[in-house]
């Protein structure tokens, strides 16, 4: 079975500072994971999916990944952090039926 | 244009009480979704529809009826509601039910049963 580990329910950073929020992946198959980010009373929006085309993956907002199959990691990261950034963050992986498995979110806070 | 919608955004019922979501796309998606947010912001998948037809029906209460009456459309029905629906419920869409298409959601209903 497919599962999602997101460590870290609360990260908090300051303006500028680097954002890492961590997720590990367990699945049998080569996986498609994706990173999901939701505004406060929002539905969720992709960041950026991989897809086994490459394993550094850029998405929107300055956001990237890099998929590690040796550490079964994909970690959200983000040279500098602005207030916007704030907001719950999701990572998941897709099943053969395409149904998305999601880790339990990772709220991030951005202080001035 | 909003690509997923859902109404209503917000949903207040008595226990007991039968109550509808409604949710449309107008991507030209053909495979729809439902999904509950707990208060714990965990997100899990209840429903999923590819051209109208069932594909995932994961381990939802007989209580809990999707119907898909056209590819744009998926609403889900609760019967009898109690306490443990309260939740956010998310519809969204994709092209295809590939593994890697991506998931377009809608802004959410939050249910909350008295």
């Known amino acids: 079975a497919q599962s999602v580990t997101q460590l870290g329910s609360h990260v908090s950073v300051s303006e500028g500072a680097l954002v890492l929020l961590r997720c590990n992946y367990s699945?049998?198959?080569?996986?498609?994971l994706f990173w999901y980010v939701q505004y406060p009373n929002q539905g969720l929006q992709l960041l950026l999916k991989?897809?086994?085309?490459?394993?550094l993956v850029k998405g929107i907002n300055g956001f990237e990944a890099e998929f590690k199959k040796s550490e079964t990691s994909f970690h959200l990261t983000k040279p500098s952090a602005h207030m916007s950034d704030a907001a719950e963050y999701f990572c998941a992986v897709s099943s053969n039926t395409g149904k998305l498995i999601f880790g339990q979110g990772t709220t991030l806070q951005v202080k001035p | 244009d909003t690509a997923v919608s859902q109404t209503p955004k917000y949903l207040v019922t008595q226990m007991g009480n039968d109550k509808s979501i409604k949710c449309e796309q107008n991507l030209g998606h053909d495979t729809m979704y439902w999904y509950k947010q707990d208060s714990k912001k965990f997100l899990k998948i209840m429903f999923s529809?590819?051209?109208?037809?069932?594909?995932i029906n994961e381990t939802v209460p007989n209580r809990f009826s999707p119907k898909s009456p056209d590819k744009a459309h998926l609403n889900l029905h609760i019967n009898s509601l109690e306490l443990g629906d309260s939740a956010v419920y998310f519809c969204?869409?994709?092209?295809?039910?590939?593994?890697?298409?991506?998931?377009?959601f809608g802004p959410g209903t939050r249910l909350t049963v008295l």
């Open positions: 699945s049998s198959v080569p996986p498609y």
């Open positions: 991989y897809t086994s085309a490459a394993t």
């Open positions: 969204a869409s994709s092209q295809g039910d590939r593994d890697d298409n991506e998931q377009f």
């Open positions: 529809y590819n051209n109208k037809e069932l594909i």
